[in-house]
């Protein structure tokens, strides 16, 4: 695990994407930070930018380091949360500008997942994380069924298989600032 924690930082470092198991599915990540490797997501999964992406963060802390202002009721959320939850947060910042939706939101969820966590407490930054297949097509359930264009249109591909994987994307929550509480995806 720990060279494939190198491999991933030195690619992440350098704006690349990197292919890695999740807490949930296999996903397609970069550096949240870095506009222009969120615009290599866009493009390999030949989305539409209006679409949003999630980020993934490795606790609470790093949580409340790129969101204006948490709402309380998102820690009981996560807290009593029996599968991984993704939370759409208004007003986040620090991150790159084309990874904030249109209404000045962003999906983040703390990562539970072994792997993803040491990875991102070393990156010492958010990692976004979005299905690995192209806009439009399923969600691939394992490894072998992500298509070969995305395998090729990566820079690094963790040689990991997840120990535990639900295989199905994460719930997502909305919640906003004036106590409105949404569930986009159970």
Known sequence: ?????????????????????????????CDATNAEAVEKIFALKKRAE????????????????YVEEIPEVA??????????????FDDPIRVAENLIAEDNSLAIRVCGDPFCNKLIRKFKRPIVSTSANISGQGTPKSFDKI????????????????AKKSAKPSTIIKLTLDGKVQIIRK
């Open 147 to 162: 298509s070969p264009e995305i395998l090729k249109g990566v820079d690094y591909v963790v040689n990991l298989q997840p």
């Open 50 to 65: 209006s679409k949003s992406l999630i980020c993934l963060v490795s606790d609470y802390k790093m949580l409340n380091q």
């Open 75 to 88: 820690y009981d959320i996560l807290k009593f949360a029996a599968k991984p939850t993704t939370i759409i």
């Open 1 to 29: 695990m720990i060279d494939e924690i190198h491999e991933c930082l030195t690619v992440l470092k350098r704006g690349g994407l990197i292919l890695y198991p999740t807490d949930t599915v296999w996903g397609i990540g």
